[in-house]
């Protein structure tokens, strides 16, 4: 592959074979039209590639998708050991040319949209609601795309986030405040349309004794990249993190740039683990280990560090789990639980007249989305849905 160096975006995308039945399409979540995305990108026509996108998005998705599993690994020449990379053409592509929203039209004029959360699928129905004409406003208990800046900036700089942000601020109404299940119903009065995309906010816990020994990776993978009293400075301790997934990676990748010994714990097999080949692949590389098949069982403070009880498990893939009397003991300093995160269902708790309604749409991690392009796919439904209902299209 290419070096970063080396890359051409012109000429990567001239390698596309704009095949009659493309793969590369088929396997994107958004369904964006690849062909004619690089197509345009050869011709040196920025403006109309990112337009084409049709959403912001197109730079933190060539950072974090995994393109092996989708653009590009539904690529024809997948098959030769060299697809197009799309997502590095995209990644560049936004970055120097950050999305401009179309001029803004009428077709949902006087039509007032609610958008509770400020997360990419929520910022990404924002957009095409304000581009359809309609009175925008967000809803948002933290700084907008919060989530996304838990990523470490070694995956995702912050200077992608805030190009998005910076794109589109402007065409909204930002409302910082919590919506719990009482405001939403008074946002779904005041509102013709209301979509909630308020993100996976609760955290899976360990459910064993000592489990305040721990922790929770949003506590670790702080906005400043800083740890214990803010000085970031882990060097000579030991880090364990539980969990398979890439917040666990990053977690590990972070502890390990911090200065600290980095051991992942997984309940299951390697093969098992829902975290990208890529990241675990970094992760490695980087000198964390991993220890599979153990389960925490319970966490005690010793002295000055902790001391971590892990049960060996027994398991076929995916399926069932069975957590042994067997165990072993880790001496360590910190243990940071990734897990992995959850809808918090609460805010529809007794809403069902309102989330059966016609407009009351939800997307994102709030209807199982756990990826960017999942996100994005679900805002540009809804707007497309919203869009026919109120000008026929």
Request: proline fraction near 3%; hydrophobic fraction near 35%; aromatic fraction near 6%.
């Amino acid at each position: 592959m290419k070096s970063v160096e080396d890359f051409n975006l012109i000429k990567e995308s001239a390698r596309c074979l704009r095949c009659s039945r493309p793969g590369c399409v088929s396997s994107c979540p958004v369904g964006n039209d690849i062909p004619s995305f690089l197509q345009l990108a050869r011709q040196g026509d920025a403006r109309g590639a990112v337009q084409l996108i049709g959403h912001p998005f197109g730079e933190i998705c060539g950072y974090v998708c995994p393109h092996e599993s989708q653009c590009q690994g539904g690529c024809v020449l997948a098959r030769r050991g060299r697809p197009v990379l799309t997502g590095e053409v995209e990644r560049r592509l936004f970055a120097d040319n950050p999305y401009l929203v179309t001029v803004r039209g009428d077709a949902a004029a006087n039509t007032s949209v609610a958008v509770v959360g400020g997360g990419v699928s929520g910022l990404t129905f924002a957009v095409k609601m304000y581009e359809q004409g309609a009175d925008v406003t967000v809803f948002e208990k933290d700084e907008l795309l919060s989530t996304l800046r838990l990523i470490p900036e070694f995956r995702l700089p912050r200077a992608a986030i805030d190009r998005v942000v910076d794109c589109v601020e402007d065409k909204f109404r930002f409302v910082r405040r919590r919506v719990d299940s009482e405001l939403l119903r008074r946002i779904a009065d005041d509102y013709d349309v209301v979509y909630l995309a308020s993100g996976a906010s609760r955290c899976y816990g360990l459910n064993i004794q000592g489990e305040d020994f721990a922790t929770p990776y949003s506590d670790f993978l702080n906005k400043n990249g800083a740890f214990l009293n803010g000085d970031g400075d882990l060097r000579g301790k030991k880090v364990i993190v539980i969990g398979g997934g890439n917040t666990a990676m990053d977690c590990a990748r972070s502890a390990r740039r911090l200065g600290a010994r980095t051991a992942v714990a997984y309940r299951r097999r390697r093969e098992d683990m829902p975290a990208f080949d890529k990241e675990v692949s970094a992760a490695v590389s980087e000198g964390a280990e991993f220890v599979y098949n153990v389960a925490p069982v319970s966490v005690s403070r010793v002295g000055h560090g902790l001391e971590l009880t892990l049960a060996e498990t027994e398991c076929e893939g995916r399926g069932k789990l069975t957590v042994t009397e067997r165990v072993r003991t880790e001496q360590c300093d910190v243990i940071v639980t990734a897990l992995g995160s959850t809808f918090d269902d609460s805010i529809v708790e007794g809403l069902d007249d309102l989330t059966g309604s016609e407009k009351f749409f939800i997307g994102g991690d709030a209807d199982g989305g756990k990826t960017v392009a999942r996100a994005v796919a679900d805002a540009m439904r809804v707007a497309r849905i919203v869009s026919e209902k109120t000008c026929g299209k």
